[in-house]
């Protein structure tokens, strides 16, 4: 069975992009696969986090992972600073990627924003414990939104470059798997910015916890242009707001973009936009209950979390220290 690893950080709370670019994957995967999926709390402090919202948050993105119908029994769900692995690997990494491949990653560039020397050193080596997040465990499988792909082509250059160095296989090429429509769901303000939980303006995103009232008149009140829309999908051209919202009903409906148009082309949006709020809210309003029942008890969440960070490190410590030792450290002493 092949390993997966995927991660989300809790820097906020999960939004419908997230839902469709990975969380509604993990769960597909778990049939098949060894699946661990990771709240990457050391990610989110890359940006400043106030340390009482970041522990609310670390426990609510838990919550989300469950509610959406990840087995934490079955696999493993865990909290990334409780597993040393991450860090130590990152580290390494750090030591192997070049600053060069560092300042292609556009992430970074959209998070610095025009005052990249205020930005923090964390966020410009984020790809790198990444790259550790995934490598060590020798997962081979990163379910990841299309916004993700760059990060892990750069985690395949860090493993090539360590083997190199190393004169070793050790670490095996990752393959990422960015599955279905919407891959890439857009912000409701903008539709060339992709939708995030952290966007100053709420009214840009839907969350996983908004009430139905709040997803339906987010919905209604999203940016759009003034023509009908179009009967074929080359008619999305140029109208990223069309196509967003287009891309977003067929996610969450199962049918084909050119389905969609099939149906709703030639209608101005009001209709359409009804109908796209009432499926969000039909396949949301579950997820939001779930959570919320969860969240009344955050110690079953805390203890959930803990056993998964004792399972994860039972996977993760033998590996790392395996590249440690190819790296030339001394063993860590026995506690
Ligand atoms: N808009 C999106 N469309 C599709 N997939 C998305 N993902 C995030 N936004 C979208 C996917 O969600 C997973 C977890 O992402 P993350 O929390 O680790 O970081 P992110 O990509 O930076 O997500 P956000 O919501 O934009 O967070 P903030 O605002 O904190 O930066 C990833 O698999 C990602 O592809």
């Not at 829309?229 to 084909?256: D, K, M």
Request: with cysteine.
């Amino acid at each position: 069975m092949q390993r997966v690893f995927s991660g989300i950080q809790p820097s906020g709370v999960p939004t419908l992009g997230n839902y469709l670019g990975a969380m509604r994957n993990w769960v597909a995967l778990q049939a098949d696969h060894e699946c661990l999926y990771c709240v990457v709390d050391l990610h989110a402090i890359t940006v400043w986090q106030d340390p009482a919202t970041l522990r609310q948050q670390t426990r609510e993105m838990a919550a989300a992972i469950i509610a959406c119908g990840v087995d934490p029994e079955r696999h493993i769900v865990f909290h990334q600073s409780a597993v040393s692995a991450h860090a130590r690997l990152a580290w390494i990494f750090n030591c192997v990627a070049r600053l060069g491949w560092l300042n292609r990653m556009t992430q970074f560039k959209d998070k610095a924003g025009k005052d990249r020397e205020a930005a923090s050193a964390g966020l410009y080596v984020y790809p790198n414990l990444m790259a550790a997040d995934v490598l060590a465990y020798h997962a081979t499988r990163v379910p990841v939104g299309d916004d993700q792909r760059q990060h892990l082509e750069l985690a395949n250059d860090i493993a090539q470059k360590f083997n190199h160095d190393y004169e070793t296989t050790f670490f095996p090429v990752i393959e990422p798997l960015i599955i279905g429509e919407a891959a890439r769901v857009m912000s409701l303000r903008d539709g060339t910015k992709k939708m995030s939980k952290s966007d100053p303006s709420d009214q840009s995103r839907i969350n996983l916890t908004d009430e139905t009232d709040v997803i339906a008149s987010k919905i209604r009140r999203a940016r759009t242009d003034a023509e009908p829309l179009p009967s074929e999908i080359a008619g999305l051209e140029g109208r990223a707001e069309a196509r967003n919202l287009v891309g977003i009903y067929s996610a969450l409906s199962g049918i084909s973009q050119a389905e969609v148009l099939a149906e709703y082309g030639g209608q101005g949006f009001a209709g359409f936009k009804d109908a796209l709020a009432a499926l969000t809210v039909d396949k949301l309003a579950p997820i939001a209950a779930e959570m919320r029942r969860l969240l009344a008890d955050p110690g079953h969440i805390d203890r959930v979390l803990f056993a998964g960070a004792a399972r994860a490190s039972a996977i993760a410590d033998p590996i790392v220290a395996e590249a440690q030792a190819l790296v030339g450290f001394l063993p860590r002493p026995q506690v």
